[in-house]
């Protein structure tokens, strides 16, 4: 009987911010607020880049998609955040809190991904410009988001399924306001080693090989641009990539 009482999970409980209930309006309006911000905001670049042929370029079409991609991210969890903040039961289903959780980490992951992207086509820019046309194009900048996509919901199918095989107790509280990897580890009552070794080798090829793309393509940038002679010749040299130092900066 116990093992079928852990195997039959059908719902979780999100403890969210433990505040009164003045507070939870409170956050309710602030998180409103900044979510339809980020979300105009984003939005706005989109239709920008979309209507503006002369941005019709693969760093712009790489911003595209960073927006795209961060309109997806903050609303896989604002929404059910949001509707936590005025509802006294914050019931989230066991396939609910699993879509959840894998989208959630897929749209993480790609912009790990999609940033170090964008580096390298800052790399291409600056150490050779006179063959920038030929190495990055906007056909190579669509199959290169797509394959950021597409290795991303490999990785997080990869981690949900060990996730997914855990049995989980009678307490079905987790202590977050959205389903999260370490919440969910911490409310099963099975061994769940295998599944945090999983995550753990993942997680850190996914931040460990953009983050040596970023600081390799850093280096040569940065090697390159010491090479010119003059500082006006550097300086605008240096301007060419703003914008990925920014969305990095950013992020």
């Known amino acids: 009987m116990e093992d079928t009482n852990q195997t039959n999970v059908s719902y979780f409980i999100l403890l969210g911010f433990l505040t009164n209930a003045d507070l939870q309006i409170l956050f309710f309006v602030l998180f ?31 911003l595209c998609n960073l927006s795209f991609l961060e309109i997806w991210y903050i609303t896989t969890i604002a929404p059910k955040m949001l509707e936590d903040f005025l509802s006294q039961e914050k019931y989230i289903s066991f396939q609910g809190c699993l879509t959840q959780l894998y989208f959630f980490v897929s749209f993480m992951c790609s912009e790990f991904v999609l940033l170090a992207v964008m580096w390298y086509d800052s790399y291409l820019t ?21 394959e950021c996509w597409m290795c991303v919901f490999v990785t997080s199918m990869i981690k949900l399924s060990f996730i997914g095989r ?80 920014t969305a990095v900066a950013l992020f």
């Open 166 to 245: 855990l049995k989980y107790c009678s307490t079905y509280k987790i202590n977050h306001y959205f389903c999260d990897i370490s919440p969910l580890l911490n409310v099963s009552c099975t061994d769940s080693s295998t599944a945090e070794l999983v995550d753990f080798i993942l997680a850190l090829m996914v931040i460990l090989v953009p983050l040596c793309m970023v600081v390799t393509s850093y280096i040569y940038i940065i090697s390159t641009v010491m090479k010119i002679p003059s500082a006006q010749g550097r300086k605008k040299t240096l301007s060419t990539c703003n914008s990925h130092v």
């Open 126 to 146: 600056i150490c050779y410009p006179l063959h920038y046309p030929v190495l990055m194009n906007n056909l190579l900048c669509a199959w290169l988001s797509a």
């Open 32 to 62: 409103l607020c900044a979510y339809l911000m980020i979300m105009i905001m984003n939005i706005i670049i989109i239709v920008v880049i979309w209507v503006n042929n002369n941005l019709h370029k693969p760093i712009y079409l790489f």
